[in-house]
């Protein structure tokens, strides 16, 4: 088991920056690969950003390239997600997801994913 716990959510107005953690426990954190979801009321969970184990890797869904950044520190069990130039479309609930590194070729898919955290809502004012 992999429990994941985010934070670092909040109210910005459109321009501004977020940094979002999620910090891991259970499992060695290094042998998965890292997810960040997001979901904004009556939609589905869609797709932000992905990391490899090591870092090396990085996948962004053409929405949030540029602007957001996915990084990951192995020593402190922690997955990050940089989030600069908000806008009100960015407004969601965030969640952080781990899934075994040999499914990277699905890192997009949320069904891929074994691992969810609780989400941190993230609301962008304009």
């Known amino acids: 088991q992999v429990q994941l716990v985010e934070s670092g959510g909040g109210l910005v107005q459109a321009g501004g920056s977020l940094r979002l953690s999620c910090a891991a426990s259970?499992?060695?954190?290094?042998?998965?690969?890292m997810g960040w979801f997001r979901q904004a009321p009556g939609k589905e969970r869609d797709f932000v950003a992905a990391?490899?184990?090591?870092?090396?890797?990085?996948y962004y869904t053409d929405s949030v390239k540029g602007r957001f950044t996915i990084s990951r520190d192995n020593a402190k069990n922690t997955v990050y997600l940089e989030m600069n130039s908000l806008k009100p479309e960015d407004t969601a609930v965030y969640y952080c997801a781990a899934v075994a590194v040999s499914r990277w070729s699905r890192v997009a898919a949320a069904t891929n994913y074994d691992y969810w955290g609780q989400g941190t809502q993230v609301t962008v004012s304009s």
């Open positions: 259970g499992r060695t954190f290094s042998n998965y690969a």
């Open positions: 990391i490899g184990w090591s870092g090396g890797r990085t």
